[in-house]
């Protein structure tokens, strides 16, 4: 099809250019509009039914917490959230929450699940195209394996609702992620979260450089990361520029390259960095690289050392994605210390906590709690279990640029919502339920409510609960 | 006195640098063996050794008394299986003695020369209230990854609890890939070395017996150290595969000496485990891993073997872990099976600390409909007494009792829940210090306001 208008466009050019001298200039063919969503979500909600829960205790995600709370939902959003007063609509499911607690579902900004899927066999390693240090051509959504059993394993173990797949930390430019919305689907983009924006993965340190340097590759320092990736976006401004130029004037399409699309997309601001980074100077040089070439870095991943930069991190609204005691794997891990979130958190930049991982994603409501602790005791002011929950929702919906849909309890929003046996900051919770959309997707005391994967049927442990 | 001079001979035991008498008073006592948390405990640790503990125990007058009001008492955390000590950065190869893929020795490895008490890992779980650990290393070109030491985590050159208590051997998926490619290639490999034992066992050192002051020389295998072997001169087969070395260390093992840990998955595979008793009945087997345990618990349970397990790994990520799930721990306990909690294969150089949140959500899985956990004791219990009682030292760490080491730690809240932290550890009596590398960080970084110096001035 758009070849087709192309090849219109071009012979219609032809014959301008047939005319006479006399003939005014001639105008420049209009542009064609790139398809930039070639890959679209084809997510749909499902069925749910207009659901209260009453006399929970309530963390909304925004760092309220409302003792003998009430939560409304219908149609896939949240309708409102207060006290024991708010009004209930009639015919409403109502469920007694004494003695529980509410909170929007785990967003988990740093996943692999699907592309690292389980089993971990070499057939299965999706995650990093380490075929050169600047792959932003790759994207992780076509990498993602939707019968991946850890899916399931969040679902119900974590109450992560939302997560974003990253490809792997080997290259400079690992490619772009992908946010889903953590439904059992046949398609990736079944999965899909609609409308959020992509991210690029951009990895600082030691794994770019080991990897190439150990092919004998440039880069093979940490002053060759840099320089590489300096190339790289030197050549996307130059791309943007042409683009933006033939976008505005029309005129010969310049030549596609869908490497450069994706950091066009950055240039735009269209498309949100997601840097792995482990070290506080590092970090530093990155915000460099960013201001140099005019995009904008949206979270550090792994960010174990935000805590010596935490200021910087603030002043240039920076999130750090972090976990609450991982350190010493590497060299760029070994300054990790239990306070790194509470105390980038204390700074005034925006703290997530994150996984990377299978099993760390099934309990990042305790891996919060253990650095809330350790914040108090640190002295830290004004911490508190709601505002520690703002790490695990609200914070990552921001950094993936999807908190207007979700990542808060806020009338309006995706009902995305967890019910949770008991304070979800003591080891000893569970989820009990949890909605996507509001539609019910887990329910600890109903067995047809248990996710299994094509994978896991007829193995051993079939619909067992995990 | 005569047991203790033993100990030093035979454990390279670490004795507490002063003789002293603790009583450390009122607190939540746990004692570590299954049971629940009394109210109003008091635990007394005299030279090192524990000499009472519970609820009214009298205080001796001569005692340094530690008002525990409040807080939690339990005996120090027990690593079930790790690699602490050997690695100081797991990437910096350097830095890294779990394990010797370029070694011609595998059986004969022994970790002790490996151990750094200084490793920052040690200060770091020190600091999260463990105080001992079972560290092996980790397999290289053999299926036989060398002989493991049991350790204390105390701020001291003495980290030696016990030496070469045990070999660990591969015999899953990874001793099928060492061993050439298949588990019959890690079996043939597997009955073969034992065979090449069984021909240099004739001249080894009888077993002492026990009785009297002396230890069980079953349950603390006298070690003349068969790495200085005896059987130096003995005559072999042509036909050998192993060296003198790795033969020579395996002839403990087969006479029963010293444990065999054996890292399995599958059910099938730990059937197969459990089968080569009959083959060699001396064998003192404790399976790691089991993650598909719960499909096979009554064979493990009959058979008497222990199970140093993870607790939580539930999915798939192997094709010898499909039946993976939360509940495999609570499930083999519930049929008898004889069940501890180690971090295998699981940031094991340096996160024992986590057994603690792995404990409490074993503890969790009790209220959930159709899942399988543990009591609160139990849970405890798996990751204090039960892996000191499947290398056979429950009688000496693990659990807090009358003659056990004083390894005793104050908690601020309860230990199973995340959010409390270790605030009094002491080891063989010993009040430990909790700073390390970690604490110094945060108090250098707490505040980032400009100083007139440089923030490498702050310490």
């Not at chain 2, 003659?403 to 550890?425: F, I």
Request: proline share 6%.
């Amino acid at each position: 099809m758009r070849t087709g208008r192309l090849a219109g466009a071009a012979l219609a050019l032809l014959a301008l250019s047939g005319c006479a001298s006399l003939a005014p200039k001639p105008k420049a063919a209009p542009p064609i509009k790139v398809n930039l969503n070639p890959y679209p979500s084809t997510y749909q909600r499902y069925a749910g039914v207009p659901t209260v829960i009453r006399g929970a205790t309530v963390f909304d995600g925004e760092g309220q917490q409302i003792n003998n709370g009430t939560i409304v939902f219908a149609d896939g959003a949240i309708v409102g959230v207060g006290g024991a007063d708010l009004p209930v609509p009639a015919g409403a499911q109502v469920i007694d929450g004494t003695g529980k607690y509410v909170t929007p579902g785990i967003i988990d900004v740093h996943s692999h699940l699907g592309n690292y899927p389980s089993p971990g066999v070499p057939a299965h390693s999706d995650g990093n195209e380490s075929t050169s240090p600047a792959r932003p051509e790759v994207w992780a959504e076509h990498s993602v394996w939707p019968q991946d059993p850890g899916f399931s394993r969040a679902l119900i173990n974590g109450g992560v609702t939302t997560f974003q797949v990253l490809p792997g930390s080997a290259n400079l430019f690992g490619g772009r992620s992908v946010t889903l919305k953590n439904v059992p689907a046949r398609t990736a983009q079944g999965m899909k979260f609609p409308g959020a924006p992509y991210g690029l993965k951009m990895a600082c340190g030691e794994n770019p450089k080991r990897n190439y340097g150990g092919k004998g590759q440039m880069p093979q320092t940490r002053m060759g990361n840099i320089a590489y990736a300096r190339g790289v976006w030197l050549k996307a401004q130059a791309y943007k520029r042409k683009w933006d130029r033939y976008e505005r004037n029309g005129g010969e399409m310049p030549e596609r390259d869908i490497a450069m699309d994706t950091l066009r997309g950055v240039l735009a601001k269209q498309i949100i960095i997601h840097n792995h980074c482990y070290r506080a100077d590092e970090m530093a040089q990155m915000i460099d690289m960013a201001k140099e070439f005019g995009y904008r870095i949206g979270t550090f991943h792994h960010a174990v050392e935000s805590y010596k930069v935490a200021d910087i991190l603030a002043k240039e609204g920076i999130c750090s994605a972090m976990w609450s005691d991982w350190y010493g794997f590497k060299m760029e891990s070994y300054d990790g210390i239990k306070e790194n979130i509470p105390f980038v958190h204390n700074a005034g930049a925006c703290a997530i906590v994150h996984s990377d991982d299978p099993n760390g994603i099934q309990r990042l409501n305790q891996e919060a709690a253990k650095a809330l602790a350790d914040g108090i005791r640190a002295g830290v002011p004004n911490l508190s279990e709601p505002i520690a929950w703002t790490w695990l929702s609200r914070n990552p919906a921001y950094a993936l640029g999807i908190l207007d849909k979700t990542g808060t309890l806020k009338a309006g929003k995706m009902a995305d919502v967890v019910l949770w046996n008991g304070n979800p900051f003591s080891h000893y919770s569970r989820p009990e339920r949890v909605w996507i959309d509001g539609a019910l997707m887990y329910d600890a005391n109903d067995p047809k409510r248990r996710p299994v994967s094509d994978f896991e049927l007829g193995q051993p442990g079939e619909g067992d609960v995990k | 006195m005569i047991r203790a001079a033993l100990a030093v001979v035979l454990l390279t035991a670490a004795l507490p640098a002063q003789a002293q008498t603790i009583a450390i008073t009122n607190g939540i006592l746990a004692t570590g063996d299954g049971t629940e948390p009394v109210q109003g405990g008091t635990v007394v640790i005299r030279n090192g050794r524990i000499v009472a503990a519970g609820a009214g125990i009298r205080i001796p007058a001569d005692a340094q008394v530690v008002d525990a009001t409040g807080k939690w008492i339990t005996p120090g955390i027990v690593g079930g299986f790790s690699r602490l000590g050997l690695v100081e950065v797991d990437a910096v190869d350097a830095t890294n003695d779990s394990e010797a893929n370029n070694s011609p020795f595998s059986a004969a490895l022994d970790v002790v020369p490996s151990i750094n008490p200084l490793a920052s890992a040690i200060a770091v779980n020190r600091h999260d209230g463990v105080t001992r650990a079972i560290v092996a290393p980790s397999t290289g070109k053999s299926i036989f990854a060398g002989q493991g030491a049991v350790i204390d985590t105390g701020a001291d050159m003495e980290p030696i609890t016990a030496a070469r208590r045990f070999q660990f051997v591969e015999l899953g998926e990874s001793g099928a890939g060492t061993a050439g490619g298949s588990r019959s290639a890690a079996y043939a490999l597997f009955r073969n070395a034992l065979r090449e034992a069984s021909q240099l066992r004739r001249f080894a050192p009888s077993v002492q017996g026990g009785g009297g002051d002396q230890p069980d020389a079953r349950l603390d295998p006298v070690v003349r150290d068969p790495n200085e072997s005896r059987v130096f001169d003995a005559q072999r087969n042509d036909d050998v595969l192993l060296t003198r070395f790795d033969a020579t260390a395996l002839v403990p093992v087969l006479q029963g000496r010293q444990y065999l840990l054996v890292h399995v998955e599958r059910a099938s595979d730990i059937l197969q485990v459990l089968g080569l008793k009959r083959e060699f009945p001396s064998l003192k087997l404790v399976l790691v891993g089991a993650s598909e345990g719960w499909t096979v618990a009554d064979r493990i349970a009959r058979a008497g073997v222990p199970v140093i397990a993870s607790a939580v790994n539930d999915l798939p990520a192997s094709f010898e872990q499909l039946a993976a799930t939360q509940s495999n721990v609570g499930r083999m306990r519930a049929v008898g099976v004889q069940v501890a909690i180690g971090t295998i294969d699981d940031d094991d150089t340096r996160m024992v600390f986590r057994q603690r949140n792995y404990a409490g959500n074993l503890v969790a899985l009790q209220r959930v409909p159709g899942a399988s956990g543990v009591s609160w004791g139990e849970a405890l219990a798996m990751i204090t007494s039960r892996p000191a009682q499947a290398i056979g030292m429950g009688g000496e760490i693990g659990s807090i009792a009358a003659g056990r080491r004083g390894d005793v730690v104050v908690w601020s809240g309860d230990p199973l829940d995340g959010t409390s932290a270790a605030e009094m550890v002491f080891i063989d009596g010993v009040r430990q210090p909790l700073d390390n590398h970690q604490t110094r960080l945060r108090d250098r970084y707490r505040d980032l306001t400009k100083r007139d110096l440089p923030e490498a001035y702050r310490h």
